[in-house]
């Protein structure tokens, strides 16, 4: 699960969290993107998440600032690596194959291709 954190949403406070339907100990896989608002395996049960951006914090509750989204990988240390930056307000995505659908606020679509993405190891 990705989230978000508390307002003003701090890049450390982002963070994907995982948990079992029988268990209510819950995981942090990794943390330090700012508005998490997605999160999918990818290729090789890679795991992306995506950033809706910097907190513009005005006033709650309103998406990041224009073009400071990402799409990031989480890495097995805890922490994040960016694909893609620059991202201009995405609220949420679907991976199928090695390829990422990012959908925004103002409903765009970007494709972005994962293939030759560090996260993963070639093999299908």
């Given at each position: 699960?990705?989230?978000?954190?508390?307002?003003?949403?701090?890049?450390?406070?982002?963070?994907?969290?995982?948990?079992?339907?029988?268990?209510?100990?819950?995981?942090?896989?990794?943390?330090?993107?700012?508005?998490?608002?997605?999160?999918?395996?990818?290729?090789?049960?890679?795991?992306?998440?995506?950033?809706n951006g910097v907190y513009s914090g005005n006033p709650e509750g309103s998406p990041g600032l224009p073009n400071t989204g990402s799409l990031v990988r989480a890495n097995g240390d805890g922490t994040f690596t960016i694909v893609l930056g620059g991202v201009n307000v995405p609220t949420s995505m679907e991976i199928i194959g090695h390829t990422v659908y990012v959908f925004n606020l103002a409903g765009e679509v970007w494709k972005i291709d994962l293939e030759?993405?560090?996260?993963?190891?070639?093999?299908?």
């Open positions: 699960m990705a989230e978000a954190g508390p307002v003003p949403h701090r890049p450390q406070d982002g963070k994907i969290v995982s948990f079992s339907p029988k268990s209510s100990i819950v995981t942090e896989v990794a943390s330090g993107a700012p508005i998490l608002v997605d999160v999918e395996f990818g290729p090789h049960h890679t795991l992306y998440a995506l950033s030759g993405d560090a996260g993963g190891n070639g093999d299908d």
